[in-house]
Every structure is written in C-alpha cells, then in structure tokens.
Antibody, heavy 119, light 110 residues
Framework: EVQLVQSGAEVKKPGESLKISCKGS????????IGWVRQMPGKGLEWMGI????????RYSPSLQGQVTISADKSISTAYLQWSSLKASDTAMYYC????????????WGQGTLVTVSS | NFMLTQPHSVSESPGKTVTISCTRS????????VQWYQQRPGSAPTTVIY?????PSGVPDRFSGSIDSSSNSASLTISGLKTEDEADYYC?????????FGGGTKLTVL
C-alpha cells in the first residue's frame, strides 16, 4: 500500500527555522516525483515545488522560489520542506504529494502538516 | 503563467446533476491534462478525475470529466448527487514545469 506519512504539527515564532518531512512507503521512492502543496487557512491549494528523489532534480513554483527549500534523502525514502526564517504568512497546512508522469496527477497525498507561526 | 478560474460555489439538491467549470486563462485547455480533486472538511484532497476524463478506481461513475476547446474550459459533472458529495473541488493543470490549481468550488448538496 502506497503511503506518504508526514511529520507532526509545528508551532513556531517568526524568524525561526523549520524542516518538515514526508516519508514514502509501499512503492519505489526514487522513481516518482514528490511535491509540496500549501493550503493557507480557509484558502485553496497552491503548488510549491517538486523533487525527483532519484537524482534530486528540483523545480520550484515561480511565485515561491527562494522562500523555501525542498530536498530528499532517498536512503530513508523521505522528502523535506524547510524554511530558514519563518513569517506569520507561512501559517498553513502543507501536504506532500506523489506525482504521476506524464499526466501530472497527484495520485497520493500525505495527511498534511499544520505549521503555525505566531509570536 | 496561466490561471484556472472556477465558480466560488454551487449548490444543488440530492439526486440532481451539477457541473463545475474550470476556465484556462491562456494557452489551450487541450494542451495539458486536467485533474479534479475532492477535499472534504478536515481531510487531504483525493483525485476524482485525472487525464481530463478518467476515474480512479473506487470513484463512482456518477463523476465525469470533459474539456471544451471552444470555451477553453474543463468541466466536472456529478450526477445523482448525494450528501456525501458535499466538499470543495479543485481543478489542476500544468504548463512546462509549473502546476496550477483552480481557486476551488464549494459544492453544497441541500
């Protein structure tokens, strides 16, 4: 069974750093793209970027490039999303997703990680 | 970049049929596949339509998708509405390496 299991909820202060994770299981982790999708409170879905764990090829959304870093450790089948300096506007639910090619359908979703940034 | 525009909300009665539209602002809707996701409150989204009109296993055939090049839009149609269909629905497509979601449509079944 394919599963994407994300790390737990986080409460941080502005300016702090954070790294959240997404562990894949039940499939070949290195042969599917893994992406991140943001959902701000009460808002819609927003694609952030994607990584191919096989060779760490990364693509970022043009609107979010430079604000976050996406990485992966294929030895432990885990993808990461990290911030060096959080802002209150980073408060959101973050989902990791597995992407099917070439259709770009996100066929499996993690359960989501809620990040709250507040002073 | 392009945008995908959806109606903010739609409502219909149980047993009826509803159609949700998704209009692409630039570039051809037929150039890249469209997916549709259902998101119930408090849950992660799930795919109900992929590759414009394909249903994943487990999705009832009451759900169907289509594209219309003349209006440059995609549509999700749900027939025989059930109260369990009440959810937010998002269309999604892409262009080169950029992925775009529509703003989402809240479906109320009343």
């Amino acid at each position: 069974e394919v599963q994407l299991v994300q790390s737990g909820a986080e409460v941080k202060k502005p300016g702090e750093s954070l790294k959240i994770s997404c562990k894949g299981s039940g499939y070949s982790f290195t042969t599917y793209w893994i992406g991140w999708v943001r959902q701000m409170p009460g808002k819609g879905l927003e694609w952030m970027g994607i990584i191919y764990p096989g060779d760490s090829d990364i693509r970022y959304s043009p609107s979010l490039q430079g604000q976050v870093t996406i990485s992966a450790d294929k030895s432990i089948s885990t993808a990461y999303l990290q911030w060096s300096s959080l802002k209150a506007s980073d408060t959101a639910m973050y989902y990791c997703v597995r992407r099917l090619d070439p259709t770009q359908n996100f066929d499996y979703w993690g359960q989501g990680t809620l990040v709250t940034v507040s002073s | 970049n392009f945008m995908l525009t959806q109606p903010h909300s739609v409502s219909e009665s149980p047993g009826k049929t509803v159609t949700i539209s998704c209009t692409r602002s630039s570039g051809s809707i037929a150039s890249n596949y469209v997916q549709w996701y259902q998101q119930r409150p408090g849950s992660a989204p799930t795919t109900v339509i992929y590759e414009d009109n394909q249903r994943p296993s487990g999705v009832p055939d009451r759900f169907s998708g289509s594209i219309d090049s003349s209006s440059n839009s995609a549509s999700l149609t749900i027939s025989g509405l059930k109260t369990e269909d009440e959810a937010d629905y998002y269309c999604q497509s892409y262009d080169s390496d950029n992925v775009v979601f529509g703003g989402g449509t809240k479906l109320t079944v009343l």
